[in-house]
């Protein structure tokens, strides 16, 4: 057996977009015996987490909570709102508008998908075409992901509500927040959202496990003409529960609650205004790095336009099968671990190899980023792969600046 590399020992960071670094805080909350799902402080902790979700969400309509992930909440919004053989609509601009769009299919509805491909935001003006077409109003709902992971894009969902507007257009806009929730400024009210979706795992720095639908009055009343919706996935009695055990449809999931009150906690000590603040000056760091080395090498940030760019998530693209080879040092030799190339390549095609992701959502600062950037230098090194110099620096001095 060979020694393991001596730069590997230490504190691992797992920098991939999700599930996130999770706070010591947190774990600790989490770390103790069974409690009592039927009387006790579990009850008035699982009420208290409503108000604070919302607020992380800004809005003050419903939420409804889940045992699952965010496959599970996709599912969900649409079995309170959609019938089978009603129609929806998907701008996809990467994997995971793809994947919402599959499980609209899984649930009868017939999807209709605009496709802007990996590089670019949705489009307004194509998707204000398609819904100027729809004179009868068939499309009920329009399914938008903020930030979709695998390609690191970040969508305009006020733009998007305008455009719906403009039209007169009565689809209910429902937007996918599972990267974007508590990393990059989301406004669900004032941005005229709908429903919105999301899990416990990134920006809100739980393990995986649980998983949120946000709903206003006019979600309500789509849910209320539904001819009928799963007793499971009903988000009505989740979001205004008689009984403790309605909330999830049985057992709680007893050790994330803890788990969740500490992370919110967290979140709304430091202000969800300088979680977002925090976010885009580390995200802007990243990006100060990877345009130094993209001057003199093959790096290349998937998302040119700064304005289009998530601050919780960067894809990256770096020739197959330099992408894998550089994920590969790094964990091997350092203890650092990068996202993978998500949807970016057919599946089979090995070019995939040739992108990665580097996460940076939830609880991360200065230093952890200043260690990742300072990682992927190392490995850039190590491999020979060229690269511009200076890029450690220009990150520095976006800190700096602060
Ligand atoms: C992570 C993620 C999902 C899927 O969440 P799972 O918990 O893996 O089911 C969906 N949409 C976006 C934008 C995501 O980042």
């Given at each position: 057996m060979s020694t393991p590399p001596i730069a590997s020992f230490g504190r691992d960071y797992l920098a991939i977009?999700?599930?996130?670094?999770?706070p010591d805080a947190v774990l600790r909350a989490m770390h103790r015996g069974a409690p009592n799902i039927y009387a006790g402080e579990?009850?008035?902790i699982a009420a208290s987490l409503v108000p604070d979700l919302k607020r992380v969400a800004r809005t003050s309509g419903d939420v409804a909570m889940y045992i699952g992930n965010g496959h599970a909440?996709?599912?969900a919004a649409l079995a309170n709102t959609i019938a089978p053989g009603e129609t929806v609509?998907?701008?996809?601009?990467?994997?995971?508008?793809?994947?919402?769009a599959d499980i609209a299919l899984g649930l009868g509805a017939e999807v209709e998908t605009l496709d802007f491909g990996k590089r670019a935001p949705m489009d307004m003006d194509r998707i204000a075409e398609t819904l100027r077409a729809d004179v009868g109003h068939k499309i009920k709902?329009?399914?938008?992901?903020?930030?979709?992971t695998s390609t690191s894009i970040r969508n305009d969902i006020s733009a998007l509500r305008a455009t719906l507007d403009a039209i007169g257009h009565p689809a209910l806009l429902m937007a996918d927040c599972m990267a974007s929730l508590g990393c990059d400024r989301f406004e669900m009210d004032?941005?005229?959202v709908d429903v919105m979706v999301a899990g416990c795992q990134k920006g809100l720095m739980v393990p995986p496990g649980m998983a949120f639908v946000f709903f206003n009055a006019k979600a309500a009343a789509a849910r209320a003409a539904m001819p009928r919706v799963s007793r499971y996935w009903d988000w009505t009695p989740r979001a205004n529960p008689e009984e403790f055990f309605m909330y999830w449809n049985g057992t709680a999931p007893t050790h994330h609650l803890y788990g969740l009150r500490t992370a919110l906690d967290m979140l709304h000590a430091e202000g969800i205004e300088a979680v977002w603040a925090r976010h885009a000056l580390l995200a802007r760091a990243i990006w100060a790095a990877c345009e130094v080395w993209a001057q003199g090498g093959p790096l290349e940030l998937n998302v040119a336009?700064?304005?289009?760019?998530?601050?919780?998530?960067?894809?990256?693209?770096?020739?197959?099968?330099?992408?894998?080879?550089?994920r590969d040092w790094v964990e091997h030799n350092i203890g650092l671990t990068l996202g993978i190339g998500l949807g970016m390549a057919p599946p089979g095609d090995p070019s995939w190899h040739g992108f990665f992701r580097l996460g940076h959502m939830g609880h991360i600062n200065g230093h952890m980023i200043m260690g990742l950037l300072g990682g992927i230098e190392s490995g850039l090194m190590a491999l020979d792969i060229p690269r511009g110099s200076g890029a450690l620096e220009a990150a520095a001095g976006v800190i700096a600046k602060g």
């Open positions: 977009p999700g599930p996130s670094v999770m579990l009850i008035d909440v996709w599912e609509l998907v701008p996809a601009t990467g994997r995971f508008g793809h994947g919402w709902a329009v399914l938008a992901v903020h930030v979709d004032a941005w005229g336009d700064t304005q289009n760019r998530s601050c919780a998530v960067t894809a990256l693209r770096l020739e197959a099968p330099n992408g894998t080879a550089l």
